[in-house]
């Protein structure tokens, strides 16, 4: 999309059996480690969907009662119960980071170093409250008893595709945080205006690296929308 | 698409950044959503009303996330394409299971109710 020669080539429908038959390059104007990112999060949408599909199974299939999420995930404000509060804050504090990753990819590409350097760092920080977040509820949900095989709530099914599947996506968070904190500072070290060679690479860095750490970040938050609606609200 | 025209004269910076309002209205959409999506639980809303409510707020979210945060509405159409027709596999997948799940609760309904 950032490619002036890109102009020349057809548009809309009429692209996609010319880009796809043509030589060499599939995925015109997509640099490869992006190309490789989305296939990448390709495959995480089928392991989190088959996760997601289990959960269905399991919830429609069970004779005795689910539990009530609303009732289990509620937290006390000032004495009075409030349903999914903590689910809600964790959902805002996502969102709010994929938010300022999305304007650091922008300010990178504009090379603002210092924007693109702290906004990477605060979508980090965002992540780490969320992933102390979830460390907050599991404790909770462990001190009130749920396991993977019972739970006090109802059907016994719940506490394994819980720790499964909020689990697992809070792995991803966690990663994602490290990668964010690495690439703050190769952005603050400038790595990235001065095309300084990785450490596992010989390549040269370059600030696209930036939109393919917000494609992963933003993955992350689109399987928290899914895993929000599904498991907490339904 | 958004191209800026005044980046595009500068050959050191590509002309893939959008205008920071896009960024931001998506942004505030995404909190209005979520907190509407929050309200079907603080309301008690049940039965269809309930999941077509979460399943209309969780499509757009993912959707808003996917075009503008994700840039798929900027890229060509073979990449989304590529990554929007697997989707369908996951649909039947689910549909698969959806039957499944209510052959399994009948058998167990059968067996365990009604055979004591």
């Known amino acids: 999309m950032s490619d002036s020669s890109l102009d020349n080539l057809p548009k809309g429908w009429k692209s996609v059996p010319n880009d796809l038959g043509s030589d060499q390059t599939a995925f015109k104007g997509v640099q490869w480690g992006k190309a490789m990112m989305w296939i990448f999060l390709l495959s995480d949408t089928f392991i989190f969907s088959c996760f997601l599909i289990s959960y269905m199974k399991g919830r429609a299939s069970t004779v005795v009662d689910w539990p009530n999420t609303s009732h289990v995930f509620s937290l006390d404000f000032m004495g009075v119960p409030v349903p999914l509060l903590l689910i809600a804050i964790m959902t805002f504090v996502l969102i709010t980071s994929s938010g300022t990753m999305a304007l650091a990819v922008k300010y990178g590409y504009e090379k603002n170093r210092k924007m693109c350097g702290s906004l990477i760092l605060a979508t980090a920080i965002g992540g780490l409250i969320f992933v102390g977040m979830q460390a907050f509820e599991w404790s909770k949900l462990i001190h009130e008893g749920v396991r993977p095989w019972s739970n006090p709530f109802g059907a016994g099914q719940f506490g394994s595709y819980f720790f499964m599947i909020t689990g697992f996506h809070g792995t991803h968070v966690s990663i994602g945080v490290i990668f964010l904190f690495i690439f703050a500072r190769k952005v603050f070290r400038g790595d990235f205006d001065t095309g300084r060679r990785g450490f596992f690479t010989t390549m040269k860095s370059d600030y696209v690296s930036i939109e393919i750490l917000g494609l992963y970040w933003h993955f992350v938050d689109l399987v928290w929308v899914f895993i929000f609606a599904f498991f907490y609200l339904w | ?116």
């Not at chain 2, 050191?12 to 509407?36: C, D, M, N, Q, R």
């Not at chain 2, 996917?66 to 027709?85: I, K, T």
């Open chain 2, 1 to 116: 698409m958004n191209e800026n025209t005044e980046v595009n004269k500068n050959k050191e910076k590509p002309a893939t950044t959008h205008k920071i309002g896009i960024y931001l209205w998506i942004w505030g959409l995404l909190f209005v959503l979520s907190f509407f999506s929050y309200m079907v639980d603080w309301y008690q809303f049940q039965g269809l009303l309930r999941w077509s409510l979460i399943l209309f707020f969780m499509f757009l979210k993912a959707g808003l996330i996917m075009a503008f945060f994700m840039h798929l509405f900027w890229e060509r159409y073979a990449l989304v394409n590529v990554l929007l027709w697997p989707m369908t596999a996951i649909a039947c997948f689910v549909g698969l299971m959806v039957a499944e799940g209510k052959y399994t609760v009948f058998t167990r309904l059968i067996y365990f109710v009604l055979g004591e």
